[in-house]
C-alpha cells in the first residue's frame, strides 16, 4: 500500500539560511500534519491542513510557515535557521473526517534537518 | 488540558516473553482516540494499534494487544512473544474528537529484547 512520502530524506543547512520540506499524503488523505522530533525527545505539533486550509496549529515558530497544495501535498517553509531547528520533521495524513479510521494518522519516513 | 504519561523510560524483555508497557492520559474529554506507534531505530514512525475510548473491548494486533482502562485513564501494550524487530521507540498517543486533530504524545518507553 502507498505509504506517506517526504522529500528529501536528508537535509544539512546553514545558519540563517532557508529550508523546505515537502510532504505527499497517501492517495485520498486529504489532511496533513507535521511534527518535529527532536534528539530523544517525542514528536511535537507544528500545523495541520485539512483541504488546503489550516485547521489547527500547534508549537510552529513565526519563521515556519506551511501550505496545502491542490494535489493535497504540503510544503514546511522554514527560514533564518537556528541550531536548534535541528530534528527530524515527520509529515502524517489521515483520510477524509467521517471515513472509517480517519482519526488514525499515518506518519512519513521523516526528514531529517541538521543545521551546522 | 490533555497530557500522555509514559512512566517507563526503558525496559527490557527477553526473546519470546511477554512485556507490557504503560501509558496514562488525562482528559475531561468522554470521547477520544489512543494510539501505540513504534519507532524502531530507523526512526520511522509505525502505527501499532488503536483504540476508540467508547468502545469497551480492548483491541488487539496479533502479538499486540492493549489494556484499556477507562476510568483508571489507562492504556497498556501487551507484547507477547516478544522478538528482536519489537526493539524500538514506543509512544503513546492521544487525541480528542473536540480539540482538533493535534496528536499528544507520551514520553516514550525504550524496548530492547534481549535475544
Known amino acids: 500500500a502507498a505509504g506517506v512520502i517526504q522529500s528529501p530524506r536528508h537535509l544539512i543547512k546553514e545558519k540563517r539560511e532557508t529550508a523546505t520540506l515537502k510532504c505527499y499524503p497517501i492517495p485520498r488523505h486529504d489532511t496533513v500534519y507535521w511534527y518535529q522530533q527532536g534528539p530523544g525527545q517525542d514528536p511535537q505539533f507544528l500545523i495541520s491542513f485539512y483541504e488546503k486550509m489550516q485547521s489547527d496549529k500547534g508549537s510552529i515558530p513565526d519563521r515556519f510557515s506551511a501550505q496545502q497544495f491542490s494535489d493535497y501535498h504540503s510544503e514546511l517553509n522554514m527560514s533564518s535557521l537556528e541550531l536548534g531547528d535541528s530534528a527530524l520533521y515527520f509529515c502524517a495524513s489521515s483520510s477524509p473526517p467521517g471515513s472509517q479510521g480517519s482519526d488514525t494518522q499515518y506518519f512519513g519516513p521523516g526528514t531529517r534537518l541538521t543545521v551546522l | 488540558a490533555q497530557t500522555v504519561t509514559q512512566s517507563q523510560p526503558e525496559m527490557s524483555v527477553q526473546e519470546a516473553e511477554t512485556v507490557t508497557l504503560s501509558c496514562t492520559y488525562d482528559t475531561s474529554e468522554s470521547n477520544y482516540y489512543l494510539f501505540w506507534y513504534k519507532q524502531p531505530p530507523s526512526r520511522q514512525m509505525i502505527l501499532v494499534i488503536r483504540q476508540e475510548a467508547y468502545k469497551q473491548q480492548n483491541a488487539t494486533e496479533n502479538r499486540f494487544s492493549v489494556n484499556f482502562q477507562k476510568a483508571a485513564k489507562s492504556f497498556s501494550l501487551k507484547i507477547s512473544d516478544s522478538q528482536l524487530g519489537d526493539t524500538a521507540m514506543y509512544f503513546c498517543?492521544?487525541?480528542?474528537?473536540?480539540?482538533?486533530?493535534?496528536?499528544?504524545f507520551g514520553t516514550g518507553t525504550s524496548l530492547t529484547v534481549i535475544p
Open positions: 498517543a492521544f487525541k480528542t474528537s473536540n480539540t482538533g486533530n493535534q496528536f499528544y
